[in-house]
């Protein structure tokens, strides 16, 4: 219970953090939104007080997800912590700059309001891993996989550019690819890049035996929760992108999963390949000694 009382005071400094930043920051005052494009519960609550509720869903939400895989992180407490802040901070702030193209505003206030996002997620990441259990202990982290950094990084970039770039012409997802190819496809790069260190720092936590499983929990319960709580900010604000949104999220977390199931599957870890010929070798070995005993 005090374990649950800490991290819910974690989700509210996070939160207040975060409204805090992109008060006092200048460059994070974006275009003002026209009163006649705000969503209906914007319109009923005002955009300071929905603005308050999405970041209290989503903080509260990295908090949830961190309690469940918390004890498979690789690393100790705070490290723990800081790798799980910088997977979804790099996520949260190439998202915020997303649909620049889109919406007009400059890239330096984008660039800042991307910064309000992601600041507190790094520094609530550092709190989570200082509140870990003493049950959370070494034995329990699995290692990252053991495979050139450079693997995974092209794989999750290649899917993830392909996956995107398909549905911009498809005209399943809009965030200005018209208005600016060039930014639009350079950002889905860097998305992609982000997405294969997403996998570099937390993939691991994810632990069961078969790959497609293991993919499935990646793609859609882990990377979808992360990115659909942020994500989720477009609809409770604007009016009209709950669909465009949602099918944004569908996209993404079906080339997340496609992405995670290739890098599995390219390579086996050290480890499970060890195991049965570990068991096998001390199963052997112990018929051995009774045998001599005898």
Excluded at 249 to 276: C, F, G, N
Aim: glycine fraction near 8%; charge should be positive; proline fraction near 5%.
């Amino acid at each position: 219970m005090q374990q649950k009382t800490k991290y819910g005071g974690i989700v509210i400094l996070s939160a207040a953090l975060c409204l805090l930043l992109h008060i006092l920051l200048p460059a994070a005052l974006t275009t003002e939104t026209p009163p006649d494009s705000l969503s209906g519960l914007a319109q009923q609550l005002g955009f300071p007080l929905t603005a308050l509720l999405w970041a209290l869903m989503a903080y509260g939400c990295l908090a949830v997800v961190f309690y469940l895989i918390g004890n498979r992180i690789p690393g100790k407490t705070s490290a723990r912590g800081r790798r799980y802040g910088i997977a979804i901070g790099a996520l949260w702030l190439l998202g915020y700059v997303m649909c620049l193209p889109k919406f007009g505003n400059p890239f330096t206030a984008e660039l800042a309001g991307g910064l309000c996002d992601a600041l507190p997620v790094l520094i609530m990441g550092e709190m989570l891993g200082r509140i870990t259990d003493s049950k959370f202990t070494p034995d329990t982290m699995l290692p990252l996989p053991r495979v050139p950094v450079f693997a995974p990084l092209t794989m999750f970039t290649l899917v993830f550019f392909l996956a995107r770039t398909a549905a911009y012409y498809l005209d399943l997802i809009n965030i200005g690819l018209q208005l600016n190819a060039a930014y639009t496809l350079g950002w889905t790069l860097l998305m992609g890049l982000a997405l294969g260190l997403f996998y570099i720092l937390l993939g691991q936590a994810v632990t069961t035996t078969a790959a497609l499983n293991r993919a499935f929990r990646f793609g859609f319960l882990l990377f979808g929760s992360i990115w659909g709580s942020f994500i989720m900010f477009f609809p409770l604000i604007l009016q009209g992108e709950l669909f465009h949104t949602l099918r944004m999220l569908l996209i993404d977390m079906l080339a997340v999963t496609a992405a995670y199931y290739w890098a599995e599957r390219s390579h086996v870890a050290p480890q499970q390949t060890k195991k049965p010929l570990d068991s096998a070798l001390g199963q052997k070995s112990k018929r051995l000694c009774e045998i001599n005993r005898l």
